[in-house]
């Protein structure tokens, strides 16, 4: 068995936030991990990932604190015709590390499928960024006891092949995020939680060095009030955090929740 990975703590800010408060917000989590000391550091890699009109900005204004910034989504493609589309050298190059693939509100808003997020998860890892995967299911298939081979079928499908995961496993991060659990205030009970996760972690292979580094968040209304029990979960190695990520108290108490 490997050692679990150093868990994640990734804040999606999706269609929020303006100079004024966006940077405000950063400069807030700056200040408290600037401050945080020893026991009060939270025990986690900490990523905010604002709308791309504050990408730069909000890079700038984390300046060395240790918390990363990503972009939401990216183009499949390095550059060209594709207008109000964004590359991932060009997140890369504004100061992200990392991107977000195939959020649910993409893949439904959208119309993504699985091989064009798998595109875009290429083209964040060719451009030197982490790629957070994101995979869940609907709340009907929830309902039919579809879960597990949904998320198969996502992975299978959606997963960067090849180079990208082997020896920079550690550069793919999956997020599990029912979609019936986001923005709604309802998750699955903690056991569902963990089995899904062990599922996954199965599937990567988790007896294998890569298999076994590849860091599986859990999203959807996770808030300071449930993180605890949520990260305390096995295989659960961090959380993809929306809604409350726009609040520094909750997301800063979100981080600290990490065992
Ligand atoms: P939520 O969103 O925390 O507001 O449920 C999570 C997400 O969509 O990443």
Same mark, same amino acid.
Request: glycine fraction near 14%; charge should be negative.
């Given at each position: 068995? /490997?050692?679990?990975?150093?868990? #994640? ?8 936030? *303006?100079?004024?408060?966006? #940077?405000?917000?950063?400069?807030? *989590?700056?200040?408290?991990? !600037?401050?945080? +000391? ?10 905010? @990932?604002?709308?791309? /009109? ?5 890079? $700038?204004? #984390? ?15 390095? +550059? ?11 997140? +890369? ?19 993504? /499928?699985? !091989? ?13 960024? @982490? ?11 929830? %309902? ?6 949904? #998320?198969?079928?996502? *992975? ?14 550690? +550069? ?11 923005? /709604? %205030? ?5 056991? $569902? ?38 990260? !305390?979960? $096995?295989?659960?190695?961090?959380? *993809?955090? %929306? ?14 929740? @990490?065992?």
């Amino acid at each position: 068995m /490997t050692d679990p990975p150093r868990p #994640l703590v990734a804040g999606n800010w999706k269609m929020n936030g *303006l100079g004024g408060d966006g #940077l405000a917000l950063a400069a807030d *989590l700056a200040r408290r991990a !600037a401050s945080a +000391k020893g026991e009060e550091s939270p025990a986690c890699d900490l990523l905010v @990932c604002p709308p791309a /009109t504050l990408l730069w900005r909000v890079a $700038e204004a #984390l300046g060395q604190s240790p918390i990363a910034v990503g972009g939401q989504d990216c183009h499949a493609d390095a +550059k060209g015709a594709h207008t109000g589309d964004i590359g991932a050298e060009m997140l +890369k190059d504004a100061g992200a590390t990392y991107a977000i693939v195939g959020h649910s509100e993409r893949r439904a808003g959208h119309s993504e /499928t699985d !091989a064009l997020v798998r595109a875009k998860a290429e083209a964040a890892l060719g451009a030197g960024l @982490c790629a957070i995967v994101c995979i869940g299911e609907t709340e009907a298939q929830y %309902g039919a006891g579809e879960t597990l081979g949904v #998320l198969e079928k996502q *992975l299978a499908g959606s997963l960067p092949k090849g180079p990208g995961i082997a020896p920079g496993a550690a +550069k793919v991060v999956i997020a599990y995020e029912p979609i019936w659990a986001i923005g /709604t %205030g309802l998750t699955p009970s903690l056991d $569902e939680i963990a089995r899904v996760h062990a599922h996954i972690r199965g599937i990567l292979g988790g007896a294998s060095a890569e298999g076994g580094s590849i860091r599986i968040l859990y999203g959807g209304s996770v808030n300071a009030a449930n993180a605890a029990e949520i990260l !305390a979960l $096995e295989e659960v190695n961090g959380a *993809l955090v %929306g809604g409350a990520s726009l609040h520094a108290d909750d997301f800063w108490s979100i981080a600290r929740s @990490c065992p």
